[in-house]
């Protein structure tokens, strides 16, 4: 009997895979290590194949080592056993192919025939860790190739395009070959175990969900920042900026997870419907806002860590006459009933002191404060939500002060839930594990639709075209800061700061 007829179990699908980009820095850092773990966790299904796809020559072999190489150096020494390691790569297979050309195309059909005889009921997923640009000449040259079928999908890379228009295009083009149902745009936020549980925090707690509106919380923040500069990605980066590069997905992805009312269930439309009704509630930007809620920056040379950093006009291969943003800070508000007058702060940089990605919901106080009035500052909860490095989540209480000299003096401190301490025997896994097994299973919920990308590229380009407009250069910063002065202004103008308590 034919195992991609029928599956041992339908949680270990068989799929075939086909990997574009095979060697390029993706696969090689997130997608082997994830599809590794996965196996390694009985979570693949023995039938389930391989195939990396790129231009350069090179044996299947070759191949093969080359990835067992990359997990030595991409998985903990705790988590590599060398039994797993050669189950997994027994999976890879490898094929040169040109992807402009479409001959080529015609021996990934004769692959998966000779694989296994017969591919009915058994999926294609195509993953394209490759640039945008080369999304549509794929896509088309596996149709004219015979190597679609009604089950076949496709998984692509955020951000896709440089703004509304190219996004268009791009997902035009493959919209051609694969209807909606079977496009999986990846935006790998999506998949982190925290982000996950910010659905069940909001949605399974009456303790948040009666108090998540206006009436409740005074404003949200949230910091994606990067210790990191350009890594190499020069040419990408300077076209498209810290804007485009992370608020328009990531940043924006979160806002829509804190943001949306409860769906009506879990399905995956009803989560994107919400998520939606969010991005066409964002205020746009007026050119009288622009320069009290909008911060652009850009890091000059400083030191991070006790190292010295060089700036970014300064970076090998830099165009010295750039004007890129490499930080952005803004002040932006959801137009609707349950967040009408509550501010939503966002910034994220590269060259920042730490690696960190974390949400913080700031509860107002309460209307009568009978305690120490210096201490006034101290009364108001806060809910901090850590994305990375270390997920977790954290309600900030108030109590009283121990000590007999104490009186009524309040402390702060957290009520904590950090994933690694709490659940100790179990790793947390990587976000593309948890991303690549639900294409496996055809699930749908954790991707972002086109109308999603639509709406947050209209509303990106409007603060783009209004930089544009003004022609002012980003605002200084040293590498190892959080930013240009002016990001702090801009929220201490309303009487907030910045959470740092890291």
């Known amino acids: 009997m034919n195992a991609c007829k029928r599956p041992e179990e339908e949680s270990r699908p068989v799929i075939d895979l086909a990997l574009f980009g095979a060697l390029g820095d993706l696969s090689l850092r997130k997608l082997y290590p994830a599809l590794y773990h996965l196996d390694r966790e009985e979570l693949l299904h023995d039938d389930t194949r391989v195939l990396g796809l790129a231009r350069q020559d090179t044996s299947v072999d070759a191949f093969r080592q080359r990835v067992a190489e990359t997990l030595q150096t991409y998985v903990k020494a705790s988590e590599l056993d060398r039994d797993a390691v050669n189950r997994f790569t027994a999976r890879l297979d490898y094929l040169q192919l040109d992807f402009a050309t479409p001959e080529g195309y015609r021996a990934i059909a004769e692959w998966r025939t000779a694989v ?175 320069n009290r809620d909008v911060v652009r920056g850009q890091y000059i040379a400083g030191t991070i860590k006790g190292k010295s950093v060089p700036g ?91 000590g007999l000299d104490r009186g009524m003096r309040l402390r702060r401190g957290p009520l904590h839930l950090d994933f690694s301490s709490a659940f100790p025997q179990e790793r947390i896994p990587d976000a593309y594990e948890r991303l690549l097994l639900e294409v496996m299973k055809g699930r749908q919920y954790l991707f972002v639709r086109r109308d999603e990308v639509e709406h947050a590229w209209h509303w990106c380009d409007s603060l783009i075209a209004a930089w544009r407009d003004m022609g002012e250069p980003p605002r200084r910063y040293p590498a190892g800061s959080w930013g240009p002065v002016a990001s702090i202004a801009m929220i201490t103008q309303d009487g907030r700061s910045w959470y740092e308590d890291y």
């Open 116 to 290: 296994r005889h017969d591919t009915g009921g058994c999926p294609l997923m195509v993953y394209l860790a490759v640039p945008a640009s080369l999304y549509g000449d794929i896509c088309r040259n596996l149709k004219t190739g015979g190597c679609l079928d009604d089950l076949s999908r496709v998984v692509v890379e955020k951000p896709i395009g440089y703004d509304f228009e190219s996004s268009c295009e791009i997902n035009d083009a493959i919209g051609e070959v694969f209807p909606e149902s079977r496009i999986y745009r990846i935006d790998h936020y999506l998949g982190k175990e925290t982000v996950q549980n910010l659905i069940a925090l909001r949605f399974a707690n009456p303790l948040f969900g009666t108090q998540w509106n206006q009436n409740h919380i005074s404003h949200v923040e949230i910091t994606v920042a990067e210790r990191v500069g350009i890594e190499g990605r020069w040419g990408y980066f300077d076209r498209a900026g810290q804007l485009r590069d992370m608020v328009q997905n990531h940043l924006l992805q979160l806002v829509c997870l804190i943001a949306m009312d409860p769906p009506a269930n879990l399905d995956a439309d009803a989560i994107r419907d919400e998520k939606v009704k969010i991005l066409k509630a964002l205020q746009p930007f007026s050119d009288s806002r622009l």
């Open 312 to 402: 970014y006009l300064e970076e090998d291969g830099a165009n010295r006459d750039s004007d890129t943003e490499t930080f952005v800070a803004m002040k932006t508000s959801v137009a609707n009933w349950r967040w009408a007058g509550v501010p939503f702060y966002l910034r994220t940089g590269k060259r920042m002191p730490e690696k960190l990605s974390q949400i913080v919901i700031h509860f107002r106080q309460q209307p009568h404060y009978i305690f120490d009035p210096d201490q006034r500052n101290l009364a108001a909860n806060k809910l901090i939500i850590r994305l990375q490095p270390d997920e977790g989540i954290a309600l900030e209480v108030l109590t009283k002060d121990s």
